[in-house]
């Protein structure tokens, strides 16, 4: 997994510059007398045996950079610690600001990012004090705000202050939120006392991005239908995916128009392909069969193509479409 970072950034991806996004992801086991912990799988409503994933991703540029299946209940909070020092180790700093919501880590953990200079961004659950603290406020003291997106509620009312939490050293800042379409105004904490709240608001909304990359591994690479009684082997599994996903954003960032396909798309319209091989001491030659979206890969280049591959004895491999 390091190596694929360090690759990636060479290319100028996952820099980590705008932080990360983290979750939790449970993959549910589909066998029986499996020695696995009970996690709750949402899209079974339940608590269920499975295995615990946690994923991290790349804001700026939306690809996964880090995977771990090996999680147990007892380490799941700390685990946000582990993408640090994974991080530290990758690019020789502590990451950017992590995003994440309130269920990934205690109040303890957050303390100790606020201790190793680490920024953070998630969510505070709604305590009765709080809100009547809240619905006691003047009206000038909630500020309305524009957000650039699609859809309703536009215009948040935020109103921002430093506070103290009980586990947490440091004071940390709490932006409270409302006129977003819930009863009870939404609570933001984090560490970051200088970047505007509004900002920080609109970076909060944006955390969806890594739920639908993981929306996008479950349906192109059956990420869900991993299933082992052992942890170790999804985590292999969940390494290669992550792996994969990067492969298919690369082959996308070189095809016009497909910067931000899903993988299950990339897979339908190049990759699920017929072909004839013609294999020769210095080539690799794939005649690919006709298909409709053979334009795309001419116009990004891949019939001048000629790619040296070590392992075939640098045999060069050269893809040959038919007339159009």
Known sequence: MTGLVV??????????????NLDFHAIRHHGEDAPLEKHYVPKRSQRTRSVLTFFAQDHASTEMVYANADITKNEAAREVLSFADYGAQVAGTDPGLLVFDSQLTTY???????TRGIRWLTLRQRGHTVLDHLAALPASAWTTVRISRSGHYRHPQLHDELIRIKGIGQQIRQIAVRNI???EPTLLITNDLTTPAKALFARYAERML???ELDAY????HLDALTSGLPLNVDLDTTLTVIAGNCYRLLA???PRYEHATPDRIWRHFLDATGTLHITDTTVTVD???RTY????????????????????NRELRFRFPPR
């Open 108 to 114: 303890t953990v957050l303390d100790e990012l606020c």
């Open 181 to 183: 379409g819930r009863d």
């Open 294 to 313: 053979h334009p795309v890969l001419i116009d990004a280049g891949y019939a001048d193509r000629a790619v040296p591959i070590p392992w075939w004895n």
């Open 288 to 290: 690919l069969a006709p």
């Open 7 to 20: 690759r990636l950034r060479e290319l100028g991806m996952a820099t980590g510059e705008a932080g990360f």
């Open 218 to 221: 479950i349906g192109g690479f």
């Open 253 to 255: 960032h070189q095809l």
């Open 210 to 212: 890594i739920e639908n």
